[in-house]
């Protein structure tokens, strides 16, 4: 396994840029390191909307949403010395399924080393009603490494 | 307009005598309108409002103007018509607030996914004139299991050893209901001690009122198993106990409360019912826990929590003597 060939599970959040940031710091302008910014968007469901116009709508602002993250933290990497080579981008559209469960797809599919994922502070509460992606991740996902950044 | 009410009436009740005769709605976009009086017509059968069904919340009545109590003039029977509502609001669990939808279309779905199944309220969906899509409920006559726990007459020990048993074997079978919509995609999303009722006849637990969606979560079965839990503490302790009403309750005992002894999400409500009464096996007791502010580990799937509880109904019954 490749432990230079990096996934960054990034969404729209502060922890999100927070994760590409370290990133950035520890892979600066060393070579050999392959970098892949993936945001994997998951739709509402049909079920929240009144109407196919709204949920359509609401689809493409999510999208138009995880294209500008993807095109901001990008050009982030670039600012800590990462050519254009080195970074790219990946957006998965899934709907009523894992979040965790697409990152870990992609890492296996893609032969990723390392997965890099933001954690946000949450309570325990939370954690049991809506569940953790980053835990997901650092419970089930396989041959490679995890970093989660806070 | 009313004329026509009158003679609808007429011709399919005569029995029934009305205090007042309105208006015939096809449409029921403008359901704050329709009232006692009024007839819903939807494919070509008629249901005559008596009245908006309203939740009582701490001795308050909340009217619900989307759904109202109707006589079908067809065949005489009782039935709720639930008409669109789409509305957005905050569902207030403890601490925590989650955005919440109600659906028409998932309500709909699943009463198709749970024809015939009795361990759920039954009911069809069809359209009004205006494509709203309406759904018509069976009534369920009963009592909400919590009440019906509640008024046993026995002490919490006789109770538990007596009636929790066959009660739990009951509440199994409902959770398996919830496991079933877990499995085909659904969610119930509103499991509330209000929201399980019993049968008078028959003693069947039926689950109520699944038109809560949400967005989806990386846990979405998270907030159902937390309904269960809460349910099933409060099956097992008869009660809610709380630190202010133990001192009602059980004003003779001295009980040591600590922060992991309460609810994850109620932050007043005790989950360590063995602190209060102490011949509650150990692991039924695990069970609870892991709904405690002291849990760390939390059930992901329904099999988890019934694999747990299953085996404490046998140990229940063998401390408490029976065969």
Not at chain 1, 94 to 121: L, P
Not at chain 2, 123 to 141: A, F, H, M, P, Q
Request: hydrophobic share 40%; glycine share 6%.
């Amino acid at each position: 396994m490749n432990y230079k060939k990096i996934l960054v599970a990034v969404d729209a959040s502060e922890n999100a840029r927070r994760a590409a940031e370290y990133v950035g710091e520890i892979v600066g302008e060393s070579p050999g390191f392959e970098i892949t910014l993936l945001y994997v968007v998951r739709h509402a469901e049909r079920d929240l909307f009144p109407d196919d116009k709204s949920w359509e709508n609401r689809k493409k602002q999510e999208k138009e949403k995880a294209k500008y993250v993807l095109s901001e933290l990008k050009t982030l990497l670039h600012t800590y010395g990462l050519s254009e080579d080195t970074v790219s981008t990946r957006l998965i559209e899934i709907s009523n399924f894992s979040i965790a469960q697409a990152v870990m797809d992609y890492q296996k599919s893609g032969g990723f080393g390392t997965i890099v994922v933001g954690r946000r502070g949450m309570s325990k509460a939370e954690e049991f009603l809506f569940g953790s992606i980053s835990n997901k991740i650092v419970h089930y996902a396989k041959n490679c490494a995890v970093w989660v950044i806070e | 307009m009313s004329k026509e009410v009158q003679e609808l009436v007429k011709r399919l009740r005569p029995g029934l005598s009305l205090g007042e005769y309105g208006k015939v709605y096809d449409d029921t976009s403008e359901f704050m309108k329709i009232s006692y009086g009024d007839v819903i017509r939807l494919e070509g059968q008629h249901y005559l409002v008596i009245r908006d069904e309203a939740e009582r919340s701490f001795g308050i009545e909340d009217p619900k103007y989307w759904v109202k109590r109707c006589i079908h003039l067809e065949s005489g029977e009782r039935k709720i018509l639930k008409l669109v509502f789409y509305e957005k609001f905050s569902l207030k669990l403890g601490d925590i607030e989650i955005p919440c939808f109600r659906s028409p279309r998932k309500e709909a779905r699943i009463l198709e996914l749970v024809r015939g199944d009795k361990r759920f309220m039954q009911g069809v969906s069809c359209l009004d004139s205006k494509g709203n899509l309406v759904r018509i409920l069976d009534v369920v006559s009963g009592k909400r299991l919590d009440h019906f726990v509640f008024e046993i007459e026995k002490g919490h020990k006789e109770y538990f050893f007596q009636d929790l048993p066959a009660i739990l074997e009951n509440f199994m079978d409902s959770c398996r209901a919830i496991k079933f919509l877990h499995d085909h995609g659904e969610i119930h999303g509103d499991i509330r001690r209000d929201h399980l009722w019993r049968e008078y006849k028959s003693g069947q637990y039926v689950w109520i009122d699944f038109d809560y969606a949400y967005e989806f979560e990386e846990s979405p079965f998270g907030l159902d198993i937390f309904g269960l839990g809460s349910l099933l503490i409060y099956l097992a302790g008869k009660q809610i106990y709380t630190e202010a009403n133990l001192q009602h309750i059980m004003a003779d005992k001295q009980i040591e409360l600590e922060e992991n002894d309460f609810s994850l999400l109620y932050k007043n409500r005790i989950v360590n019912l063995k602190k209060l009464f102490p011949y509650i096996p150990r692991e039924l007791n695990l069970v609870f826990m892991h709904f405690s502010q002291g849990a760390e580990v939390f059930y992901e799937t329904v099999d988890e929590f019934l694999y747990d509880l299953e085996p404490c109904i046998e140990l229940i019954r063998k401390k408490g003597g029976q065969p």
